[in-house]
């Protein structure tokens, strides 16, 4: 995912997107330890995505503020 495109998102887009996003690092996480990962890159890759979507989050919120 890029940047771009989570800019391009609502915030509750944001809010829906991050609860997908940690649901699918549980998954890999559960599925690594018990096999092995097709692409262990994948959790580097969805760790960024949620910070990603945490950074627009809080940079909305502090937009809201000031």
Known sequence: MKASEVHKMS???L???A???RQQLYELRSQAVTEKLENPRQLGNIRRDIAR???AQRARQLQEIA
């Open 19 to 21: 609860k997908r996003l």
């Open 11 to 13: 915030t509750e887009e």
């Open 15 to 17: 809010a829906v997107e």
């Open 53 to 55: 979507v945490l950074t």
